[in-house]
């Protein structure tokens, strides 16, 4: 009760402010990461990455607590986190650019046409982008959205980890590393990173935050996967990084409209509409779209991409704890199961 009373006398004070814009505009942005902070401590989370982005441009952004809690280290908007299934934002744009906007690919194709020895013959690419079964029903599998890697790889002839350096690349993303296993001589394409490229990637990836689980109420330091990323998993990156992949797909550098649209359109089911496009959730919220992906790694990380295409307007949301998401059971389809993202809602969402 004292915490809806709470966030109805800070919205109270938002709207009252409104009659200066450029006060309300800092007002608002200060409220609502007060109640950010509330929440990461009551979520347990030691530290988070936030950024809001609008038309293609960060108009708030903050490093909320400490990245290495023992090492007295503070979060900022420049650090790196693993950020486990939300990799699959990333993946699913690398199929559908490499693949189906270069017209080598359909969405209706048996995944055996690409992966001939994948398990299940009868999935199709556009299963397992919109995380559905050959029955037509939605199951949220990570391990099948996998299989889409070399999907990417037979298209671009390229190993995945150097399709995403590529992409990292292009768009300055200068502190985002494709995965945690980038030595040695990748297939396809025959392909190694320079002694340059490793050297910066390790640098980034020492000053990745670390990692922590709650014990009796308490953050005890873990480990995320040492895994190589992967059309799922395992891309490092930061709030600041994942603003300019926001920038690139809003403004069709990577994808056409077309097939923008399509990965923000709800797919369909043997009977219904599915929760989710391809490669993203998407839902309705108040009568306009809601797109949106999440990570959830268990006593290790969590992180979420929250937009709003009506209002170009994206927030950004990274942790280095398993406490942004684990709660609230987003697998099913409901981004405003978030406490998180019901605030942000809230606040700029009028």
Known sequence: MRRARSVILVLTAVAISAATPVSAQSLT???FERYLESYREQYGIPALSVAIVQHGTIVWEA????????????????????????SQIFGSTLVLEKCLDQNTLELSDRMTRWTPTYADPSATV?????????????SYDLGRFTGLTG???????????????????SLAMTRSVPGRQIEGTAMPGRVAFSPGD??????????MARSYRLDKGHPVRSTVPAAAANAATGVITTVRDLARFDKALSEF????????TAAWTQAVGATSPLP???GWFVQNYNGEPLIWQFDLTRDAAS???????????????????DGLTAPFGLSSGDATQSPFVRLFLRFFVP
Do not use: W
Request: aromatic letters at 8%; glycine letters at 10%.
């Open 276 to 278: 989710t496009g391809l």
């Open 29 to 31: 942005f200060s409220l």
């Open 198 to 207: 490793l050297a910066r990637y390790n640098g980034l990836i020492g000053q």
């Open 63 to 86: 490093g909320l607590g400490k990245q290495d809690l023992e090492a007295n280290v503070s979060a900022s908007p420049d650090t790196p986190y693993f950020i486990g299934g939300l």
């Open 126 to 138: 556009g299963q397992l982008l919109s995380h559905q079964t050959p029955a037509g029903t939605f």
């Open 151 to 169: 999907v990417a790889e037979q298209c671009a002839a390229l190993a995945y980890r150097h399709i995403l350096s590529d992409v990292f690349a």
């Open 253 to 260: 550098v990577l994808l056409t409209p077309p097939t923008l």
């Open 303 to 321: 992180s979420m991409v929250v937009k709003l295409p009506a209002r170009d307007t994206t927030l950004i949301v990274l942790a280095n704890s």
